[in-house]
């Protein structure tokens, strides 16, 4: 999809409907209209009258902030193991609460992950394939649910729904524009080979000129050798939005914010004292290529051309990499300072995480869309002192974005919320008032730059991953934590292949699932024609 000279905000969609309202105004509930639709195409409409009570009989419904990220690696946390990394607020979030330190996104790819855990439900439950897919709207999300219990639902920022609904299930949504339908078919996806303009091109920023441009928007950069889009200036609207929510919220009405940063996504820009914070610092190399599969060196070399990164980049890249870190993880502490001075924070459970990893330069790959540790694994930190979550608590056992909607269950007692879904509760876990049981998790992609459908799936110290009519690779992160060594045709490792692979097909038709993805794929072709 041809993205170039399109404003983030996007000026053929009515203000409104893509995120216009502000804090300060009257809460709207927007139903979105096909771009371009007049002014009867837009309806706003007030959302109903909540008949239930704010708070129960052991006091105040706990305030929920979900703080969720783009793309970014757990490995760059310094409570994550990275003692290069300067990120003193989640590391402190961490110290207040609990880190699940294997934590897997359910889908590589923006979209499908962040739809994923919206609904609770497996992409094919779904049918969420790519990056174009559009979420159904009879799926009730766990904003339908915090509504229903009498929540303020907000979303500020990014949570990526493609077409006409931008809602589902929030009542208002802040500062993200309106994505449509889209699709190309698997095999038709041409060769990019903006590696190079993407990770490659580090852009640095005077810090005079992000201050002076903080209020305005993100824009798409026509190509002149300068990177498709910059990021920076809507994440701090973003972060603007929630420090003023926050300074006006009333502890009489339990809320439910959820802050979407689009940092730390490519493209490399950054700020120049955030780059140069990294000057001197032993920022690791990546780790060597490895035993890639098939597909996986296909994607690298013949889709994206990372067999031509110059390596005298790979340190630039990555030290411009920790800066964005760095510098959403100053947004974070705005947004957590705002908490602190608004009364709020005793009676709120902050939550950060993010939709799926980047693979920064390790096996000499970068972005996501597969199934290494890099890609599919996302920081999970929750904290909430005061109500009962264990402060520095590290809990081990793999957990996925799945288990997200079942927390938020938990956490405000909706026991009569019979939505069907594939993930487990942590609350328990997050007060030391269970064990997690090891479970198998899964990570699928059935993006259009692969030849059949793929999942992962990691148990115990185990993963496998699986790319239809393309391979297989098993790796025992205990002993090969940098995934160096595929075991999958060691018979000394056949018994464990065989159950992995039995825990991936269960209840996964692939190939009815491969004949899915086609067909909707064919039918959003037609859509963008």
Not at 56 to 67: Q, V
Not at 105 to 130: H, K
Not at 444 to 472: A, C, F
Request: proline content about 6%; hydrophobic content about 35%.
């Amino acid at each position: 999809m041809n993205l170039e000279g399109r404003d983030i905000i996007d000026k053929s969609v009515p203000m409104a409907s893509v995120g216009a309202v502000h804090p300060g105004n009257p809460r709207l509930s927007w139903r979105f209209a096909r771009s371009g639709a007049g002014q009867d195409g837009l309806s706003q409409t007030r959302p109903q009258e909540r008949d239930k009570s704010v708070s129960n009989a052991a006091g105040r419904k706990p305030n929920i902030l979900f703080i969720i990220s783009d793309e970014h690696a757990p490995q760059t946390i310094g409570c994550m193991g990275a003692d290069f990394a300067h990120t003193p607020t989640m590391d402190r979030l961490a110290e207040r609460g609990t880190l699940f330190t294997n934590t897997y996104c359910n889908a590589a790819l923006c979209v499908p992950s962040r739809a994923s855990m919206m609904s609770g439900l497996l992409c094919d439950r779904i049918g969420m394939w790519d990056n174009g897919a559009a979420l159904p709207s009879n799926f009730p999300t766990w904003a339908h649910m915090m509504r229903d219990a009498g929540y303020r639902t907000v979303l500020d920022g990014k949570m990526h729904f493609c077409g006409p609904d931008q809602l589902h299930g929030f009542e208002e949504h802040w500062l993200e524009a309106a994505d449509p339908i889209w699709s190309c078919r698997r095999g038709e996806e041409a060769p990019d080979g903006t590696a190079y303009k993407l990770w490659s091109h580090v852009h640095i920023r005077p810090d005079d000129t992000f201050a002076s441009d903080r209020t305005s928007q993100c824009r798409y950069i026509k190509p002149n050798g300068r990177p498709d889009k910059d990021y920076h200036y809507i994440d701090v609207a973003r972060k603007d939005a929630a420090v003023e929510f926050l300074s006006n919220q009333s502890a009489d009405e339990p809320f439910c914010l959820t802050v979407g940063f689009i940092y730390p996504h490519y493209p490399q820009i950054c700020s120049e004292s955030a780059f140069h914070l990294y000057d001197g610092v032993d920022i690791p190399a990546p780790t060597p290529r490895g035993d890639l599969s098939k597909r996986v060196r296909a994607w690298s070399d013949e889709v994206w051309g990372f067999n031509s990164f110059p390596p005298e980049q790979i340190p630039r890249a990555r030290q411009a990499y920790m800066a964005m870190v760095t510098m959403l993880d100053g947004w974070i502490a705005e947004v957590l300072d705002a908490l602190e001075r608004s009364g709020l924070a005793e009676n709120t459970i902050v939550i950060y995480s993010s939709d799926h990893g980047d693979m920064w330069g390790e096996h000499e790959l970068w972005g996501k869309c597969l199934h290494y540790e890099q890609s599919t694994r996302v920081p999970l930190i929750v904290s909430a002192p005061s109500l009962g979550v264990q402060q520095g608590a590290r809990i081990d056992a793999p957990v996925s974005l799945l288990d997200v909607y079942p927390t938020f269950r938990d956490i405000i007692g909706a026991e009569d919320w019979c939505a069907d879904l594939d993930g487990r509760s942590l609350w328990a876990a997050c007060r030391g008032a269970e064990e997690l049981k090891d479970v198998p998790v899964f990570c699928d992609y059935y993006g259009s730059d692969t030849e059949g459908s793929e999942r992962m799936v990691r148990y115990k110290q185990y993963k496998l991953n699986y790319y239809h009519r393309q391979g297989i690779e098993l790796f025992d992160l205990s002993s090969d934590p940098h995934e160096q060594v595929n075991l999958a045709d060691d018979p000394a490792y056949a018994e464990v292949r065989e159950e992995l692979l039995a825990m991936c097909m269960a209840d996964w038709d692939v190939e009815a699932i491969d004949a899915a993805v086609l067909a909707d794929q064919n039918r959003r072709v037609l859509i963008n024609r």
